[in-house]
């Protein structure tokens, strides 16, 4: 079960072996994160951030193990094909030697796990870590249990030409994992991070996961998360950026797997003049459900966000977005949109999106909308007058509503990489190979 | 080929076909024109397959078939080409791909072989060509953002590569540049042949001199009041729909069509 207590002495059976054990201010944030989590218990729907996710259910929830793990190497080789790249690949939340392949990297980039890095730099991971007081409950409970995760440190000034992979494979021999990933990159560095969560078998697996990302003054970071857990798997998950003055962010967050996925996304301007990006796309059947919570915090003047999220709802699914902009007093200048679509594929399937705006300053451009719609009947009819059967038609339009998302990707492997994983879902997929 | 009778069609309650009747042969060219809302896109409709026109009575007989009976894509891939008055926008999905399904799913059904990627591009630039449409147009999608001419060239090339057996062109002339007037004009004649058969839908006379039909008809109030030769064109250019009457009625003593000229 998954009630408080049950997580609390996994803490405490666990917590003598987890990496960084024996640095103090560690075990004391953990504890710390732990207390927190046990004090305040799984967000309900009376929580205002989670007002459509209650957690209310994960008191009940069992977790279990798959009791054939799932076939790791196959999975990173259907993933990896012949990228070069550098790929740290994390199976049960724990890293991989073998299956991982950091590459060659120049020289201070520093791309380890976190277990590494714990041993290897402490004082920076320390100052990168996080507090127990980020985010709501289950980022604590992260915080409290995390094993591992990814630490990558870019130096003043330099760029990562290729991607840097993390692959999390889940449900092998145990039932949840908890990952932290750590991501600091210095003055005018650049780098594209691709988080990969993937999963197999019918049980029901958790996976916590906390990404932080450091953006000092003129760096330009791409962040793509492609989630791809297993059907029962429960996917929590945060991201946390922060931007110096200058700095360009993208975060891109695909939600195709798990039954229920949850994303806090959020990001700040500590800096004038920064740029983000919040791209999403999810695709959901079933019962499944999806919850993207985000918020981009203009804190300074003249930065500029563009935040776009994508739904395909089918079945019995709910997606949830929550877009919340905040420009302080004093950000002048800020320039923010935002636009939320879904499409319904289904009459059962739900969809919410909900803008919250919070503008104290008045020299500001800011644009909202959002749109919950069907399948358009005059391109249906078009496209069959045109000799394409009804299931081609429609797959072709939904295909087409999620290219705009896809194609906001602007490293093409990539986006290659995300339409494969959305073809693998849409049924008929291969039939629109060809647009690849 | 087309046999059209007392065909009643209406929607959301409104009877807008009101017992249509006209006949088609291969190798004909028909020109239909009509007031504004006379139900002249609505026929097009109808007769390409939209279900939010119902069908109220009457039949469409397409060489021995029952054409109300066929699904959207079956009329398509037998022939059928409706070349639209408000061409659809789709973004997201390329003008190439959208060809190519096109292009193939008709093939397959006429027993051709696909084309491959490679022939299809040779097939497409061609005919890209002689509509005068530039090669950046494949990689747009859909319409999106075409200009009123260019989405009507893009219907042109589309019937071009599907090569109907029955094209319906509804007012792919309307807001045409002399050029373009003369792309369609170009199109449509290339077309033409003892077993193909083309209804053209316009206001214009002046598509006519390009396209001469061989038989105009006047579309009223969801009928035909008025069939005729290309005279009839000229003089409903020269005297507008009045005279025709406006309860679908043909007006007692029209002018003969001869004595007009
Ligand atoms: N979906 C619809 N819902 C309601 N009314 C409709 C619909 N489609 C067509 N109509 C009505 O049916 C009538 C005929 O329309 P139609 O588009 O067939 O006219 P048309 O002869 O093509 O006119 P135009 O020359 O302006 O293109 C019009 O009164 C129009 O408003
Ligand atoms: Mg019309």
New binding site residues.
């Given amino acids: 079960m998954s009630a408080v207590d049950t997580w609390v002495s996994a803490f405490h059976a666990g917590a003598a072996v987890q990496p960084g054990a024996g640095l103090p201010w560690l075990a004391a944030l953990r504890r710390e994160a732990l207390y927190r989590f046990a004090d305040e218990g799984w967000p309900t729907r009376r929580h205002p951030r989670w007002q459509h996710t209650s957690l209310a259910f994960m008191d009940q929830q069992d977790f279990a193990a798959n009791t054939v793990a799932p076939d790791a190497a196959a999975a990173l080789a259907r993933l990896r094909g012949d990228d070069a790249g550098h790929w740290l690949v994390f199976v049960g939340g724990r890293f991989n030697t073998e299956l991982s392949d950091i590459g060659a990297l120049p020289a201070g980039v520093q791309l380890t796990s976190l277990a590494d890095a714990l041993e290897q730099h402490p004082e920076a991971v320390q100052a990168a870590f996080g507090s127990a007081t980020d985010g709501d409950s289950p980022a604590a409970l992260n915080l409290a249990l995390a094993t591992d995760g990814a630490w990558l440190r870019l130096p003043r000034g330099v760029a990562l030409e290729a991607p840097v992979h993390l692959v999390f494979i889940a449900g092998s021999t145990d039932a949840s994992q908890h990952l932290r990933n750590l991501i600091v990159a210095e003055a005018n560095s650049e780098a594209t991070i691709v988080e990969h969560y993937l999963g197999e078998g019918d049980a029901t697996t958790l996976t916590t996961a906390a990404t932080r990302l450091q953006v000092d003054a003129d760096a330009r970071i791409t962040h793509l998360k492609l989630q791809q857990e297993a059907e029962p798997a429960i996917h929590l998950a945060s991201i946390d950026a922060t931007q110096a003055r200058g700095a360009q962010f993208a975060s891109h967050s695909l939600s195709f797997g798990a039954r229920l996925a949850r994303n806090d996304i959020h990001t700040r301007f500590d800096g004038e003049g920064c740029d983000a990006l919040l791209n999403g796309l999810y695709h959901l059947d079933g019962r499944r459900h999806v919850d993207h919570h985000t918020s981009i915090n203009h804190a300074q003047p003249r930065g500029n966000s563009r935040e776009f999220y994508r739904g395909l709802l089918d079945g019995n699914s709910r997606g949830v977005f929550t877009g919340r902009i905040i420009v302080a007093k004093d950000a002048q200048r800020s320039d923010a949109m935002q636009r939320c679509d879904n499409l319904l594929l289904s009459r059962a399937a739900e969809a919410d999106a909900r803008p919250e705006l919070e503008i104290y300053a008045d020299d500001v451009k800011c644009a909202h909308g959002a749109t919950v719609g069907q399948m358009d009947e005059d391109s249906l009819f078009y496209l069959q007058t045109r000799g394409l059967d009804d299931a081609h038609a429609r797959r072709l339009l939904t295909y087409a509503f999620a290219a705009e998302a896809l194609d906001r990707i602007t490293l093409l492997p990539l986006r290659k990489q995300a339409r494969a994983a959305l073809m693998a879902r849409l049924p008929g997929g291969e039939l629109l190979e060809e647009l690849l | 080929m087309l046999d059209i009778k007392n065909l009643k069609a209406s929607?959301?309650g409104?009877d807008?076909l009101k017992g249509l009747d006209l006949q088609v042969k291969a190798g004909e060219v028909h020109a239909i024109m009509?007031?504004?809302?006379?139900?002249?896109?609505?026929?097009s409709q109808v007769l390409a397959g939209r279900d939010?026109f119902q069908v109220d009575g009457g039949s469409v007989t397409w060489d021995g078939q029952d054409l109300l009976a066929m699904p959207i894509e079956e009329r398509a891939r037998a022939g059928l080409f409706l070349a639209f008055?408000y061409p659809v926008e789709i973004p997201g999905v390329s003008n190439a791909y959208f060809l190519k399904a096109a292009v193939n799913a008709v093939r397959k059904h006429r027993g051709l072989p696909e084309f491959d990627a490679m022939d299809f591009l040779t097939r497409v630039k061609a005919e890209m060509k002689s509509v005068g449409m530039k090669e950046e147009f494949l990689y747009r999608a859909v319409n999106e953002g075409f200009s009123g001419g260019e989405k009507k060239r893009n219907e042109v090339l589309q019937m071009a590569l599907l090569e109907p057996r029955l094209a319906i062109l509804?007012?792919t002339d309307s807001g045409l540049d002399i050029d373009a007037l003369k792309v369609v004009a170009d199109g449509v004649n290339r077309l033409r042949s003892p077993d193909r058969a083309l209804i053209v839908i316009t206001?214009y006379q002046r598509l006519l001199d390009y396209i001469v039909p061989d038989h105009v008809h006047v579309?009223s109030q969801g009928r035909i009041v008025r069939s005729g030769g290309r005279e009839l064109a000229l003089e409903l250019e020269e005297k507008g729909y009045g005279w025709i009457g406006d309860a679908g009625e043909i007006h007692a003593a029209p002018p003969a069509a001869g004595g007009a000229q």
Avoid at chain 2, 34 to 43: D, E, I, M, V
């Fill in positions: 929607v959301e409104k807008i009509g007031p504004n809302g006379s139900g002249k896109s609505t026929l939010t008055q509804d007012e206001h579309l």
